[in-house]
């Protein structure tokens, strides 16, 4: 049981390209999430998602976006990066209203 | 908008000494949870707690919750050095379905021999 998986885990972008960051859970939990983690700061929502093709906006959704088509994978795709979006990345699964599982986070640098 | 606050930001304390970290948020919620997460780590859940007067201890650690205060306390009991790290309160903004949680901005603890 591997929990929640993330790729890459480091990841150095110039400003202007795009990438996607990849998750899976192996727990069969409905909803996903992805957050980021600024420097000395707490988690902020990005999206997430309650179901296979069900995903709606966090708090920070500008600059990204996600899609869900299978239970297992909930992939963040960033387009035309920006160096406001250095930042660690991290996704999460849960069974609402328990505890969110983390995966070990993707460390993002753009410049 | 939910806005959590958690005090104090930093927090250095000797060995077998008890210590809280408090938890304020400003709009009703009684869905709260605590991480814990070590440097350069994901986090890991410490606990949930999701009704008033909720309490729970696993160790040294206890958290409770009261809703009417809007407000989470997690307890250091005789703190050992392998409990350095830093600590979050995160708070559900909705009360049922997914959760979609408002972080507070971490308590970095270090424990000194």
């Known amino acids: 049981n591997a929990g929640v998986t993330q790729t890459p885990k480091f990841r150095i972008l110039k400003i202007g390209q795009s990438m996607t960051l990849q998750c899976a859970q192996d727990?069969?939990?409905?909803?996903m999430y992805w957050y980021r983690q600024d420097p000395g700061m707490g988690l902020k929502l990005i999206y997430y998602?309650?179901?296979?093709?069900?995903?709606d906006k966090g708090e920070v959704p500008n600059g990204y976006n996600v899609s869900r088509s299978t239970t297992e994978d909930f992939p963040l795709r960033l387009e035309l990066a920006a160096p406001s979006q250095t930042s660690v990345y991290f996704c999460?699964?849960?069974?609402?209203?328990?505890?969110?599982?983390f995966g070990p986070g993707t460390r993002l640098t753009v410049t | 908008e939910l806005k959590v606050e958690q005090n104090p930001l930093f927090l250095s304390m000797q060995e077998g000494k008890n210590y809280t970290i408090y938890c304020n948020y400003s709009?009703?919620?009684?869905?709260l949870y605590w991480y814990r997460q070590d440097p350069g780590k994901s986090l890991e859940s410490l606990f949930v707690?999701?009704?008033?007067?909720a309490v729970k201890q696993e160790g040294r650690l206890m958290a409770s919750l009261d809703t009417k205060a809007r407000l989470s306390t997690l307890h250091i009991t005789a703190a050992v050095h392998d409990l350095s790290a830093t600590y979050f309160c995160?708070?559900?903004?909705?009360?049922?379905?997914?959760?979609?949680?408002?972080f507070g901005q971490g308590t970095r603890l270090t424990i000194n021999p």
């Open positions: 999460a699964s849960s069974a609402a209203p328990f505890e969110q599982y």
């Open positions: 727990m069969n939990h409905n909803y």
């Open positions: 998602s309650v179901g296979a093709g069900i995903t």
């Open positions: 709009t009703t919620s009684d869905r």
């Open positions: 707690l999701l009704s008033n007067g």
């Open positions: 995160a708070v559900d903004e909705v009360p049922q379905g997914a959760q979609k949680l408002v």
